[in-house]
Nanobody, 122 residues
Framework: VQLQASGGGLVQAGGSLRLSCAAS????????MGWFRQAPGKEREFVAAIRGSDGSTFDATSVKGRFTMSRDNAENTVYLQMNSLKPEDTAVYYC????????????????WGQGTQVTVSS
């Protein structure tokens, strides 16, 4: 599975961005999909995920109520709608695909996109 993330950019605090991640695989709908981010000097961390089985979502506490993840299986694409952005959301955002049960863990993802930079200015 090849993943192509896009939609990053520079935005002021309080603004919004929508990230997209397009997958090449026809069996995309069977994969759990996740968004992770990595800020300079920090470890990669979980942001949000959506299960392939039932479309249920799971968000990190730091983004709950501000970010929403969704998927369009017909388009082989997942989205991350990011609202009320904060400077601490600045990071490279990665999408990933996997089939493991622990959708908030990096180790349960097999395929990774190249990342897209999100910068939030104060």
């Amino acid at each position: 599975v090849q993943l192509q993330a896009s939609g990053g950019g520079l935005v002021q605090a309080g603004g919004s961005l929508r990230l997209s991640c397009a997958a090449s695989e026809r069996t995309f709908s069977s994969y759990n999909m996740g968004w992770f981010r990595q800020a300079p000097g920090k470890e990669r961390e979980f942001v949000a995920a959506i299960r392939g089985s039932d479309g249920s979502t799971f968000d990190a506490t730091s983004v709950k109520g501000r970010f929403t993840m969704s998927r369009d299986n017909a388009e082989n694409t997942v989205y991350l709608q990011m609202n009320s952005l904060k400077p601490e959301d600045t990071a490279v955002y990665y999408c990933a695909a996997g089939r493991g049960p622990f959708i908030w863990l990096i180790r349960d993802y097999i395929y990774w996109g190249q990342g897209t930079q999100v910068t939030v200015s104060s």
